[in-house]
């Protein structure tokens, strides 16, 4: 299973667009909320998660994506099943997303060290121990992270080319139209 994490103040694009790509792709992934299953965005557009916080399993876990935005980002850092996920996931060889303000939390938790990543443009001094990629997605192994909003679509697409290769990111890519 792919945890997707929402806590109040999350980009709305960046969490939404990700698990509608992944899902497209027949990636199984499920919207985790963070306090409640009725989460708001930083954009005050209301989402219900399919899952609570205390319902994730790591006998389960596949992988832990985090979105961005403010003060969602925070939120999500000062929750302690996150940073367990987060933890597990390194522990365990499983792969990490996080986009924008997100591989900030990374960072804090000291799991960026010795990889290349990227972030929202003011956050690059929160990713202790990693080294700026340049572009707006990135991948250095089991890590994809992206730059914002705007990098949304190709942040999935990357985590579906890594999940199932480049063939169904192509395919995916095409049913979309996007270029």
């Given at each position: 299973m792919i945890y997707l994490f929402l806590a109040d103040g999350f980009e709305e694009?960046?969490?939404?667009a990700t698990v509608?790509?992944?899902?497209?792709?027949?990636?199984?992934?499920?919207t985790v909320g963070v306090?409640?299953?009725?989460?708001?965005?930083s954009h005050h557009i209301v989402v219900e998660a399919d899952l609570e916080q205390f319902e994730v399993l790591t006998d389960t876990m596949e992988m832990v994506i985090l979105p961005g935005g403010m003060p969602g980002t925070l939120n999500l850092e000062n929750s302690p099943v996150v940073t367990a996920s987060l933890r597990y996931c390194a522990d365990n060889g499983l792969?990490?997303?996080?986009?924008?303000?997100?591989?900030?939390?990374l960072g804090h938790l000291g799991l960026l060290k010795g990889k290349k990543a990227l972030c929202f443009p003011g956050f690059e001094q929160e990713l202790e121990g990693a080294e700026l990629a340049p572009g707006f997605v990135c991948r250095d192994g089991?890590?994809?992270?992206?730059k914002g909003p705007g990098a949304s679509l190709e942040f999935a697409l990357e985590i579906v080319r890594m999940l199932k290769g480049e063939d169904t990111a192509q395919k995916v890519r095409v049913s979309?139209?996007?270029p």
């Open positions: 694009i960046e969490a939404l509608d790509v992944l899902r497209r792709a027949d990636l199984e992934v499920k306090g409640s299953k009725r989460v708001t965005g792969p990490i997303g996080a986009i924008c303000a997100a591989p900030s939390v089991l890590l994809v992270t992206g979309m139209q996007c």
